[in-house]
Protein backbone atom coordinates (compact mmCIF):
# COMPACT_ATOMS: atom_id res chain seq x y z
CA UNK A 1 0.00 0.00 0.00
CA UNK A 2 1.51 3.16 -1.23
CA UNK A 3 0.06 6.11 1.27
CA UNK A 4 2.52 8.51 -0.36
CA UNK A 5 1.35 8.67 -3.97
CA UNK A 6 2.87 11.11 -5.59
CA UNK A 7 1.06 10.78 -8.78
CA UNK A 8 -2.33 12.67 -9.69
CA UNK A 9 -5.14 10.25 -8.02
CA UNK A 10 -8.84 10.54 -9.85
CA UNK A 11 -11.28 12.77 -8.80
CA UNK A 12 -13.91 10.80 -7.62
CA UNK A 13 -17.41 11.53 -7.97
CA UNK A 14 -20.84 10.32 -7.74
CA UNK A 15 -21.06 9.39 -11.19
CA UNK A 16 -18.14 7.42 -11.54
CA UNK A 17 -18.01 6.01 -7.89
CA UNK A 18 -19.46 2.67 -8.92
CA UNK A 19 -15.86 2.12 -11.47
CA UNK A 20 -13.98 2.92 -8.82
CA UNK A 21 -15.67 0.95 -6.16
CA UNK A 22 -15.22 -1.98 -8.88
CA UNK A 23 -11.09 -1.10 -8.65
CA UNK A 24 -11.14 -1.38 -4.94
CA UNK A 25 -12.29 -4.85 -5.48
CA UNK A 26 -9.82 -5.50 -8.53
CA UNK A 27 -12.82 -5.41 -10.94
CA UNK A 28 -12.55 -3.38 -14.33
CA UNK A 29 -16.26 -2.28 -14.97
CA UNK A 30 -18.12 -1.33 -18.27
CA UNK A 31 -21.15 -0.09 -18.84
CA UNK A 32 -24.05 -1.57 -20.50
CA UNK A 33 -26.98 0.08 -21.94
CA UNK A 34 -30.43 -1.08 -20.75
CA UNK A 35 -32.12 -0.21 -23.79
CA UNK A 36 -29.44 -0.59 -26.87
CA UNK A 37 -27.23 -2.79 -25.71
CA UNK A 38 -23.89 -0.52 -26.33
CA UNK A 39 -21.40 -1.04 -24.05
CA UNK A 40 -19.13 1.98 -22.93
CA UNK A 41 -15.93 3.36 -21.39
CA UNK A 42 -15.32 6.08 -19.55
CA UNK A 43 -18.31 5.24 -17.31
CA UNK A 44 -21.34 8.16 -17.62
CA UNK A 45 -24.79 9.41 -17.03
CA UNK A 46 -26.15 8.27 -20.32
CA UNK A 47 -25.89 5.87 -23.43
CA UNK A 48 -23.05 7.47 -25.93
CA UNK A 49 -25.58 5.26 -28.48
CA UNK A 50 -28.75 6.14 -27.72
CA UNK A 51 -28.22 8.57 -24.76
CA UNK A 52 -30.67 6.23 -22.68
CA UNK A 53 -29.95 6.51 -18.81
CA UNK A 54 -31.12 2.60 -18.27
CA UNK A 55 -27.36 1.76 -17.98
CA UNK A 56 -26.05 -1.57 -16.26
CA UNK A 57 -22.52 -2.71 -14.84
CA UNK A 58 -20.57 -4.75 -15.98
CA UNK A 59 -17.67 -7.05 -15.22
CA UNK A 60 -14.94 -7.20 -17.78
CA UNK A 61 -12.45 -10.08 -18.26
CA UNK A 62 -9.97 -7.36 -17.81
CA UNK A 63 -7.67 -9.23 -21.18
CA UNK A 64 -6.94 -6.97 -24.43
CA UNK A 65 -4.58 -5.96 -26.93
CA UNK A 66 -2.37 -2.53 -26.95
CA UNK A 67 -3.96 -0.72 -29.32
CA UNK A 68 -1.57 1.56 -29.59
CA UNK A 69 1.45 2.85 -26.86
CA UNK A 70 3.94 5.74 -26.55
CA UNK A 71 7.10 5.02 -24.19
CA UNK A 72 7.95 8.56 -22.57
CA UNK A 73 11.74 9.23 -21.72
CA UNK A 74 10.81 12.94 -20.61
CA UNK A 75 8.36 14.66 -18.82
CA UNK A 76 7.16 17.04 -16.83
CA UNK A 77 3.47 15.60 -15.56
CA UNK A 78 3.11 14.72 -11.52
CA UNK A 79 5.36 11.70 -10.03
CA UNK A 80 6.24 10.71 -13.17
CA UNK A 81 9.48 12.67 -14.12
CA UNK A 82 11.54 10.22 -11.81
CA UNK A 83 9.71 7.28 -13.36
CA UNK A 84 10.94 7.25 -16.96
CA UNK A 85 10.23 5.47 -19.28
CA UNK A 86 7.26 4.54 -18.54
CA UNK A 87 4.29 3.56 -21.36
CA UNK A 88 1.27 4.57 -21.58
CA UNK A 89 -1.41 2.29 -24.25
CA UNK A 90 -5.06 2.69 -25.16
CA UNK A 91 -5.69 -1.01 -24.97
CA UNK A 92 -8.71 -2.58 -26.61
CA UNK A 93 -10.82 -5.10 -24.29
CA UNK A 94 -11.84 -8.10 -25.56
CA UNK A 95 -15.22 -6.36 -24.55
CA UNK A 96 -14.23 -3.87 -27.45
CA UNK A 97 -14.15 -0.83 -25.76
CA UNK A 98 -11.01 1.27 -25.32
CA UNK A 99 -9.12 2.52 -21.92
CA UNK A 100 -6.29 4.34 -21.55
CA UNK A 101 -3.94 3.67 -18.82
CA UNK A 102 -0.06 2.44 -18.15
CA UNK A 103 1.56 -0.98 -19.31
CA UNK A 104 3.77 -2.13 -16.79
CA UNK A 105 5.25 -4.99 -15.27
CA UNK A 106 7.64 -5.22 -18.25
CA UNK A 107 10.74 -3.38 -20.16
CA UNK A 108 8.66 -0.93 -22.06
CA UNK A 109 11.02 -1.78 -24.83
CA UNK A 110 8.85 -5.11 -25.21
CA UNK A 111 5.90 -3.43 -25.64
CA UNK A 112 4.32 -3.48 -29.14
CA UNK A 113 1.29 -2.74 -31.13
CA UNK A 114 -1.39 -6.01 -30.52
CA UNK A 115 0.69 -7.64 -27.66
CA UNK A 116 -1.81 -8.88 -25.03
CA UNK A 117 -2.20 -7.83 -21.64
CA UNK A 118 -4.38 -7.83 -19.30
CA UNK A 119 -5.67 -5.36 -16.19
CA UNK A 120 -4.08 -5.29 -12.48
CA UNK A 121 -5.40 -3.01 -9.74
CA UNK A 122 -2.77 -0.61 -8.08
CA UNK A 123 -4.07 0.18 -4.21
CA UNK A 124 -2.11 3.45 -4.24
CA UNK A 125 -3.85 4.94 -1.56
CA UNK A 126 -6.82 3.24 1.13
CA UNK A 127 -8.90 4.13 -0.76
CA UNK A 128 -8.16 4.16 -4.42
CA UNK A 129 -7.10 1.37 -6.49
CA UNK A 130 -5.68 2.02 -10.38
CA UNK A 131 -6.18 -0.07 -13.26
CA UNK A 132 -3.43 -0.19 -15.44
CA UNK A 133 -2.26 -3.46 -17.90
CA UNK A 134 0.64 -5.97 -18.03
CA UNK A 135 1.50 -8.67 -20.31
CA UNK A 136 -1.01 -11.51 -20.56
CA UNK B 1 -18.82 31.93 -46.96
CA UNK B 2 -18.18 36.01 -48.13
CA UNK B 3 -15.89 37.73 -46.16
CA UNK B 4 -12.73 39.23 -46.11
CA UNK B 5 -9.34 39.45 -44.51
CA UNK B 6 -8.50 42.68 -44.47
CA UNK B 7 -5.46 43.15 -41.43
CA UNK B 8 -2.93 40.66 -39.92
CA UNK B 9 -0.29 41.18 -37.28
CA UNK B 10 1.62 38.92 -35.93
CA UNK B 11 3.35 39.52 -32.50
CA UNK B 12 7.29 39.83 -33.65
CA UNK B 13 9.03 38.65 -30.11
CA UNK B 14 9.53 35.28 -29.13
CA UNK B 15 10.25 36.01 -25.50
CA UNK B 16 8.73 39.19 -24.18
CA UNK B 17 8.47 41.20 -20.78
CA UNK B 18 4.69 42.17 -22.26
CA UNK B 19 1.30 40.47 -20.67
CA UNK B 20 -0.82 38.10 -22.90
CA UNK B 21 -3.08 41.35 -23.04
CA UNK B 22 -0.69 44.03 -24.06
CA UNK B 23 0.55 41.34 -26.32
CA UNK B 24 -2.84 40.96 -27.81
CA UNK B 25 -3.56 45.40 -27.85
CA UNK B 26 -0.11 45.81 -29.86
CA UNK B 27 -1.20 43.33 -31.92
CA UNK B 28 -4.97 44.62 -32.63
CA UNK B 29 -3.79 48.14 -33.28
CA UNK B 30 -1.46 47.06 -35.85
CA UNK B 31 -3.71 44.65 -37.52
CA UNK B 32 -6.63 47.37 -37.56
CA UNK B 33 -3.61 49.84 -39.32
CA UNK B 34 -2.70 47.08 -41.94
CA UNK B 35 -6.53 47.05 -42.71
CA UNK B 36 -6.84 50.86 -42.82
CA UNK B 37 -9.18 50.68 -39.92
CA UNK B 38 -9.80 52.34 -36.34
CA UNK B 39 -10.82 50.82 -33.43
CA UNK B 40 -14.05 52.19 -33.01
CA UNK B 41 -14.62 50.41 -36.86
CA UNK B 42 -14.28 46.67 -34.54
CA UNK B 43 -18.04 45.56 -33.74
CA UNK B 44 -17.32 42.06 -33.31
CA UNK B 45 -14.52 40.09 -31.10
CA UNK B 46 -13.50 36.72 -31.12
CA UNK B 47 -10.96 35.23 -28.58
CA UNK B 48 -10.50 32.52 -26.60
CA UNK B 49 -11.25 32.14 -23.04
CA UNK B 50 -8.37 33.32 -20.70
CA UNK B 51 -8.01 31.52 -17.26
CA UNK B 52 -10.41 33.91 -15.69
CA UNK B 53 -13.40 31.28 -18.27
CA UNK B 54 -15.45 35.00 -19.20
CA UNK B 55 -13.37 34.69 -22.24
CA UNK B 56 -13.12 38.28 -24.68
CA UNK B 57 -14.24 39.87 -21.20
CA UNK B 58 -10.79 40.66 -20.46
CA UNK B 59 -9.48 41.99 -23.33
CA UNK B 60 -12.62 43.43 -24.51
CA UNK B 61 -12.64 45.54 -21.28
CA UNK B 62 -9.16 46.81 -21.78
CA UNK B 63 -9.21 47.41 -25.12
CA UNK B 64 -12.64 49.71 -24.54
CA UNK B 65 -14.48 48.21 -27.27
CA UNK B 66 -18.62 47.64 -27.40
CA UNK B 67 -18.79 44.88 -29.57
CA UNK B 68 -21.91 43.85 -30.49
CA UNK B 69 -21.11 40.39 -31.21
CA UNK B 70 -18.71 38.30 -28.97
CA UNK B 71 -17.42 34.62 -29.30
CA UNK B 72 -14.82 32.80 -26.97
CA UNK B 73 -15.01 30.02 -28.73
CA UNK B 74 -11.82 27.60 -26.49
CA UNK B 75 -11.34 24.28 -28.64
CA UNK B 76 -7.37 24.65 -28.38
CA UNK B 77 -4.77 25.78 -30.81
CA UNK B 78 -7.18 25.65 -33.45
CA UNK B 79 -9.76 27.86 -31.96
CA UNK B 80 -8.47 31.14 -34.10
CA UNK B 81 -9.72 29.38 -37.43
CA UNK B 82 -13.06 28.12 -35.97
CA UNK B 83 -13.35 32.10 -34.67
CA UNK B 84 -12.51 32.79 -38.57
CA UNK B 85 -15.07 30.77 -39.51
CA UNK B 86 -17.63 32.22 -36.99
CA UNK B 87 -16.79 35.62 -37.89
CA UNK B 88 -17.25 35.30 -41.56
CA UNK B 89 -20.85 33.58 -40.40
CA UNK B 90 -21.59 36.34 -38.33
CA UNK B 91 -20.67 38.91 -40.71
CA UNK B 92 -22.57 37.44 -43.52
CA UNK B 93 -25.48 37.11 -40.91
CA UNK B 94 -24.93 41.03 -40.80
CA UNK B 95 -24.05 40.38 -37.08
CA UNK B 96 -21.09 42.39 -37.33
CA UNK B 97 -19.37 43.84 -39.93
CA UNK B 98 -15.91 44.44 -38.65
CA UNK B 99 -14.17 41.20 -36.86
CA UNK B 100 -11.41 41.71 -34.50
CA UNK B 101 -9.66 38.60 -33.32
CA UNK B 102 -6.67 37.98 -31.41
CA UNK B 103 -4.45 35.81 -28.92
CA UNK B 104 -1.84 36.56 -26.40
CA UNK B 105 0.19 34.24 -24.53
CA UNK B 106 3.45 34.38 -22.23
CA UNK B 107 3.93 30.50 -21.90
CA UNK B 108 7.74 30.78 -22.14
CA UNK B 109 8.68 33.21 -20.03
CA UNK B 110 5.93 31.63 -17.41
CA UNK B 111 8.33 28.61 -18.29
CA UNK B 112 4.85 26.32 -18.94
CA UNK B 113 5.79 22.91 -20.08
CA UNK B 114 3.12 22.96 -22.99
CA UNK B 115 3.67 19.77 -23.97
CA UNK B 116 4.99 17.31 -21.18
CA UNK B 117 3.14 18.40 -18.06
CA UNK B 118 0.00 16.07 -17.66
CA UNK B 119 -2.75 16.58 -19.63
CA UNK B 120 -5.53 17.46 -16.83
CA UNK B 121 -8.01 19.83 -17.72
CA UNK B 122 -9.97 19.95 -14.54
CA UNK B 123 -12.92 18.41 -16.01
CA UNK B 124 -14.38 14.67 -15.32
CA UNK B 125 -12.69 12.57 -17.79
CA UNK B 126 -9.65 13.58 -15.90
CA UNK B 127 -9.82 10.77 -13.91
CA UNK B 128 -9.69 7.84 -16.83
CA UNK B 129 -6.81 9.54 -18.36
CA UNK B 130 -5.09 12.31 -16.92
CA UNK B 131 -3.95 10.17 -13.96
CA UNK B 132 -1.37 7.97 -15.81
CA UNK B 133 1.32 10.38 -16.74
CA UNK B 134 -0.05 11.55 -19.75
CA UNK B 135 1.11 14.77 -21.80
CA UNK B 136 0.12 16.53 -24.80
CA UNK B 137 3.42 15.17 -26.43
CA UNK B 138 2.50 11.30 -25.67
CA UNK B 139 -1.44 11.87 -26.79
CA UNK B 140 -0.04 12.53 -30.16
CA UNK B 141 2.48 10.02 -29.70
CA UNK B 142 0.00 7.46 -29.55
CA UNK B 143 -1.09 8.29 -32.86
CA UNK B 144 2.29 8.09 -34.41
CA UNK B 145 2.99 4.60 -32.77
CA UNK B 146 -0.37 3.19 -34.72
CA UNK B 147 0.63 5.06 -37.90
CA UNK B 148 3.28 2.98 -37.84
CA UNK B 149 2.20 -0.20 -37.32
CA UNK B 150 -0.26 0.28 -39.47
CA UNK B 151 1.73 1.47 -42.19
CA UNK B 152 5.13 1.07 -41.53
CA UNK B 153 6.26 5.29 -41.66
CA UNK B 154 8.85 5.77 -40.45
CA UNK B 155 10.42 8.31 -38.24
CA UNK B 156 12.61 10.14 -40.54
CA UNK B 157 9.49 10.26 -42.94
CA UNK B 158 8.32 12.18 -39.99
CA UNK B 159 11.12 14.26 -39.57
CA UNK B 160 10.77 15.21 -43.26
CA UNK B 161 8.36 17.66 -42.02
CA UNK B 162 10.54 19.07 -39.37
CA UNK B 163 13.09 19.57 -42.22
CA UNK B 164 10.96 21.60 -44.37
CA UNK B 165 9.69 23.87 -41.46
CA UNK B 166 13.52 24.46 -40.39
CA UNK B 167 14.20 25.56 -44.10
CA UNK B 168 11.63 27.73 -44.11
CA UNK B 169 12.46 29.34 -40.71
CA UNK B 170 16.00 29.88 -41.88
CA UNK B 171 13.98 32.32 -44.48
CA UNK B 172 12.14 34.52 -41.74
CA UNK B 173 13.83 36.61 -39.45
CA UNK B 174 11.03 36.31 -36.89
CA UNK B 175 11.34 32.58 -36.77
CA UNK B 176 13.06 31.53 -33.21
CA UNK B 177 15.14 28.97 -34.63
CA UNK B 178 16.63 29.45 -37.94
CA UNK B 179 19.91 26.97 -38.74
CA UNK B 180 19.16 24.11 -41.24
CA UNK B 181 18.65 20.57 -39.72
CA UNK B 182 18.45 17.58 -41.22
CA UNK B 183 16.66 14.10 -40.71
CA UNK B 184 19.44 12.76 -38.62
CA UNK B 185 19.72 15.46 -36.72
CA UNK B 186 15.75 15.23 -35.83
CA UNK B 187 16.33 11.20 -35.44
CA UNK B 188 19.41 11.77 -33.26
CA UNK B 189 17.27 14.30 -31.12
CA UNK B 190 16.17 13.07 -27.70
CA UNK B 191 13.41 10.71 -27.01
CA UNK B 192 10.58 12.03 -25.54
CA UNK B 193 7.45 10.58 -25.65
CA UNK B 194 8.21 7.38 -28.99
CA UNK B 195 8.04 7.70 -31.59
CA UNK B 196 8.44 11.57 -31.52
CA UNK B 197 11.94 13.19 -30.64
CA UNK B 198 12.66 16.47 -29.46
CA UNK B 199 12.80 18.28 -33.20
CA UNK B 200 9.24 16.08 -33.72
CA UNK B 201 8.01 18.93 -31.21
CA UNK B 202 7.37 22.48 -31.53
CA UNK B 203 8.78 25.08 -29.86
CA UNK B 204 7.31 26.97 -26.65
CA UNK B 205 7.32 30.76 -27.30
CA UNK B 206 5.34 33.64 -26.07
CA UNK B 207 4.03 35.50 -28.95
CA UNK B 208 0.46 36.47 -29.63
CA UNK B 209 -1.74 38.25 -32.91
CA UNK B 210 -4.62 39.72 -34.75
CA UNK B 211 -6.50 39.34 -37.43
CA UNK B 212 -9.62 41.44 -38.84
CA UNK B 213 -12.14 40.20 -40.69
CA UNK B 214 -14.91 42.38 -42.73
CA UNK B 215 -17.49 42.78 -45.15
CA UNK B 216 -17.22 42.33 -48.86
CA UNK B 217 -18.34 45.41 -49.32
CA UNK B 218 -15.84 47.20 -47.56
CA UNK B 219 -13.13 45.75 -50.02
CA UNK B 220 -12.80 49.50 -52.26
CA UNK B 221 -11.65 51.16 -48.97
CA UNK B 222 -9.37 48.49 -47.89
CA UNK B 223 -5.53 50.42 -48.56
CA UNK B 224 -4.46 46.21 -49.04
CA UNK B 225 -6.43 43.83 -51.32
CA UNK B 226 -8.52 41.83 -49.23
CA UNK B 227 -7.91 38.11 -48.85
CA UNK B 228 -11.36 36.00 -49.26
CA UNK B 229 -12.63 33.31 -46.93
CA UNK B 230 -13.87 30.61 -49.96
CA UNK B 231 -14.54 28.29 -47.78
CA UNK B 232 -14.69 27.34 -43.89
CA UNK B 233 -15.52 24.05 -41.54
CA UNK B 234 -15.30 22.58 -38.55
CA UNK B 235 -15.49 19.31 -36.42
CA UNK B 236 -14.80 17.36 -32.95
CA UNK B 237 -12.88 14.17 -33.11
CA UNK B 238 -13.12 12.76 -29.42
CA UNK B 239 -12.71 8.92 -27.63
CA UNK B 240 -16.52 8.00 -29.56
CA UNK B 241 -17.92 5.51 -26.36
CA UNK B 242 -14.16 3.76 -26.52
CA UNK B 243 -14.46 2.81 -30.24
CA UNK B 244 -12.68 4.99 -32.30
CA UNK B 245 -10.12 4.84 -35.11
CA UNK B 246 -7.15 7.15 -33.67
CA UNK B 247 -5.76 7.32 -37.52
CA UNK B 248 -8.71 9.15 -38.59
CA UNK B 249 -8.57 13.14 -37.20
CA UNK B 250 -11.17 15.93 -37.64
CA UNK B 251 -10.01 17.03 -40.99
CA UNK B 252 -11.11 14.43 -42.61
CA UNK B 253 -14.88 16.12 -41.56
CA UNK B 254 -13.79 19.68 -42.02
CA UNK B 255 -11.74 19.26 -44.70
CA UNK B 256 -14.08 18.24 -47.41
CA UNK B 257 -16.62 20.74 -46.45
CA UNK B 258 -14.37 23.22 -46.82
CA UNK B 259 -13.36 22.58 -50.24
CA UNK B 260 -16.47 21.95 -51.44
CA UNK B 261 -17.65 24.71 -50.26
CA UNK B 262 -14.76 26.61 -51.95
CA UNK B 263 -15.39 24.74 -54.94
CA UNK B 264 -11.44 23.85 -55.16
CA UNK B 265 -9.64 20.90 -55.41
CA UNK B 266 -6.07 19.92 -53.90
CA UNK B 267 -4.21 20.54 -57.16
CA UNK B 268 -5.32 24.11 -57.65
CA UNK B 269 -3.95 24.95 -53.80
CA UNK B 270 -0.62 26.81 -54.31
CA UNK B 271 0.16 26.47 -50.40
CA UNK B 272 -0.74 25.16 -46.80
CA UNK B 273 -0.90 26.20 -43.27
CA UNK B 274 -1.36 23.14 -40.98
CA UNK B 275 -1.19 22.99 -37.55
CA UNK B 276 2.43 21.40 -36.62
CA UNK B 277 2.27 20.85 -33.14
CA UNK B 278 3.99 17.59 -34.05
CA UNK B 279 5.05 16.28 -37.05
CA UNK B 280 2.28 13.69 -36.68
CA UNK B 281 -0.07 16.15 -36.67
CA UNK B 282 0.85 16.95 -40.09
CA UNK B 283 1.08 13.62 -41.29
CA UNK B 284 -2.59 12.73 -40.31
CA UNK B 285 -4.03 16.30 -41.36
CA UNK B 286 -2.41 15.82 -45.08
CA UNK B 287 -3.73 12.22 -45.69
CA UNK B 288 -7.35 13.22 -43.74
CA UNK B 289 -7.87 16.35 -46.13
CA UNK B 290 -7.32 14.09 -49.31
CA UNK B 291 -3.70 15.74 -50.30
CA UNK B 292 -2.62 11.69 -50.33
CA UNK B 293 -4.66 8.63 -49.08
CA UNK B 294 -4.96 7.14 -45.88
CA UNK B 295 -1.50 5.80 -45.10
CA UNK B 296 0.16 7.07 -47.62
CA UNK B 297 1.11 10.51 -45.95
CA UNK B 298 5.06 9.27 -45.07
CA UNK B 299 5.78 8.81 -48.42
CA UNK B 300 3.59 11.89 -49.42
CA UNK B 301 6.26 13.87 -47.31
CA UNK B 302 9.38 12.59 -48.46
CA UNK B 303 11.42 14.71 -51.51
CA UNK B 304 10.90 18.04 -50.05
CA UNK B 305 7.53 18.56 -51.14
CA UNK B 306 6.25 20.65 -48.44
CA UNK B 307 9.19 22.86 -49.28
CA UNK B 308 9.12 26.14 -50.87
CA UNK B 309 9.58 24.92 -55.04
CA UNK B 310 8.05 21.74 -54.00
CA UNK B 311 4.46 20.58 -55.02
CA UNK B 312 2.57 21.89 -51.90
CA UNK B 313 4.51 24.73 -49.85
CA UNK B 314 3.12 24.19 -46.15
CA UNK B 315 4.07 26.23 -43.12
CA UNK B 316 6.23 28.89 -44.93
CA UNK B 317 6.96 30.81 -41.76
CA UNK B 318 8.44 27.69 -39.92
CA UNK B 319 5.65 26.73 -38.23
CA UNK B 320 5.35 25.61 -34.51
CA UNK B 321 8.48 22.90 -35.08
CA UNK B 322 10.39 26.00 -35.90
CA UNK B 323 8.77 29.49 -35.49
CA UNK B 324 6.14 30.10 -33.38
CA UNK B 325 4.43 28.16 -30.72
CA UNK B 326 3.00 30.24 -28.08
CA UNK B 327 0.39 27.35 -26.51
CA UNK B 328 -1.67 27.68 -29.20
CA UNK B 329 -1.08 27.92 -33.11
CA UNK B 330 -4.41 28.85 -35.02
CA UNK B 331 -4.20 32.53 -35.68
CA UNK B 332 -0.31 32.70 -37.32
CA UNK B 333 -1.76 29.91 -39.39
CA UNK B 334 -4.89 32.18 -40.86
CA UNK B 335 -1.61 35.64 -40.92
CA UNK B 336 0.80 33.75 -43.05
CA UNK B 337 -1.54 32.21 -45.18
CA UNK B 338 -3.04 36.04 -45.55
CA UNK B 339 0.91 36.98 -45.57
CA UNK B 340 1.39 34.71 -48.88
CA UNK B 341 -1.94 35.62 -50.66
CA UNK B 342 -0.60 39.21 -50.68
CA UNK B 343 3.02 38.61 -51.82
CA UNK B 344 4.53 40.04 -49.00
CA UNK B 345 6.55 37.13 -47.95
CA UNK B 346 10.03 38.01 -49.23
CA UNK B 347 12.36 35.12 -49.83
CA UNK B 348 10.14 32.77 -48.35
CA UNK B 349 7.43 33.88 -50.91
CA UNK B 350 5.71 31.18 -52.78
CA UNK B 351 5.21 32.40 -56.67
CA UNK B 352 1.92 33.69 -57.84
CA UNK B 353 0.19 32.57 -54.39
CA UNK B 354 -3.39 32.51 -55.52
CA UNK B 355 -5.34 29.87 -52.77
CA UNK B 356 -4.30 28.85 -49.49
CA UNK B 357 -5.40 26.32 -47.20
CA UNK B 358 -5.29 26.77 -43.51
CA UNK B 359 -5.89 23.91 -40.87
CA UNK B 360 -5.94 24.12 -37.38
CA UNK B 361 -5.86 21.22 -34.89
CA UNK B 362 -6.67 21.83 -31.19
CA UNK B 363 -6.75 19.21 -28.23
CA UNK B 364 -4.97 16.12 -28.75
CA UNK B 365 -5.02 13.71 -31.34
CA UNK B 366 -4.74 11.03 -29.46
CA UNK B 367 -7.79 11.64 -27.53
CA UNK B 368 -10.27 14.55 -28.12
CA UNK B 369 -9.41 17.24 -30.80
CA UNK B 370 -11.05 19.89 -32.87
CA UNK B 371 -10.18 20.40 -36.52
CA UNK B 372 -11.45 23.67 -38.60
CA UNK B 373 -10.67 24.59 -41.97
CA UNK B 374 -10.55 27.51 -44.15
CA UNK B 375 -9.64 28.12 -47.78
CA UNK B 376 -8.34 31.73 -48.79
CA UNK B 377 -7.92 33.24 -52.14
CA UNK B 378 -6.29 36.36 -53.49
CA UNK B 379 -8.62 39.06 -54.14
Known amino acids: ?136 | MNALIAGVHEFPERKTARSALEIQALSARAALTDAGLTPRDVDGYFTVAGSGGTGPLPIVDYLNLTPRYVDGTSVGGASFVVHAHHAAAAISQGRCRVALITYGSTARSAGVPVGTRERIAGDYLDQFEGIYGTSTVGLYALVAQRHVHEYGTTGAQLAHIAVACRRHAGLNPAALYRDPITVEDVLRSPMISSPLHLLDCCVITDGGGAAVIVHPDMARDLPKPGVRILGAAEAVAHTAAGRRDYLVSAAAQSGPRALAEAGVSHADLDMAMIYDSFTITVLVTLEDLGFCTKGEGGRFVEGGRLELGGDLPTNTDGGGLSSNHPGMRGIFLIIEAVRQLRGECGERQVEDCRLALVHGTGGALGSRHSGATLVLGRA
Not at chain 1, 24 to 36: I, K, M, N, Y
Not at chain 1, 52 to 78: D, I, K
Open chain 1, 1 to 136: MTVDYKKPLPEITAESRPFWDGCRRHEFLVQRCGECGALQHYPRGVCARCWGTNLEWQRSAGRGRVYTFTVTHRTQARGFKDETPYALAWVELEEGVQVLANVVGCDPARIAVGMPVRVIFEDVTPDVSLPRFEPA
